[in-house]
């Protein structure tokens, strides 16, 4: 890298170090959240998980249940902002149809519905346990 890149870089993150870095980052993921909260579906999510992460305490038997509950709504969660990121992207580079952008907000979409099926099957799984035991 030239000395005047290190000067003057295009984002001045990557010339943070340390706990300012660390600092920048945290203020940086807390922007996204907010960004995130604008999406309606990353919105029904967070407040779905304000129920369900408190439930999995209650409905896990066990670490590891409340683990894989808590982990997979809060997986849906991280997807949904993973595929809100694509789409805004997308959408950044023109709004005119493309197949490849057609097939990159495709593609995301299909990730949350895989995430949703994991929590889904999870909580269905747990709940069956609980109350039908074998």
């Known amino acids: 890298m030239p000395s005047d890149a290190r000067l003057n ?16 980052a945290g203020l940086y993921s807390l922007a996204g959240l907010r960004a995130g909260w604008r999406e309606p579906a990353f919105r029904q999510e967070a407040i779905l998980a304000v129920v369900l992460v408190p439930l999995s305490f209650w409905l ?8 894989m509950l808590a982990g997979s709504v809060l997986l849906v969660m991280i997807v949904e ?4 990121g694509i789409e805004t992207v997308v959408d950044r580079i023109g709004p005119e149809w493309h197949a490849l952008s057609k ?5 995301g ?14 909580w269905a799984a747990a709940i069956y346990t609980r109350f039908f035991p074998i």
């Open 9 to 24: 870089p295009v984002n001045p993150q990557k010339a943070r170090t340390g706990l300012s870095r660390v600092w920048h």
């Open 60 to 67: 896990g038997r066990s670490w590891v249940e409340v683990v």
């Open 81 to 84: 902002l993973l595929n809100t």
């Open 103 to 107: 097939r990159a907000k495709d593609m």
């Open 109 to 122: 979409s299909a990730a949350v519905l895989l995430s949703l099926l994991i929590a889904g099957g999870a």
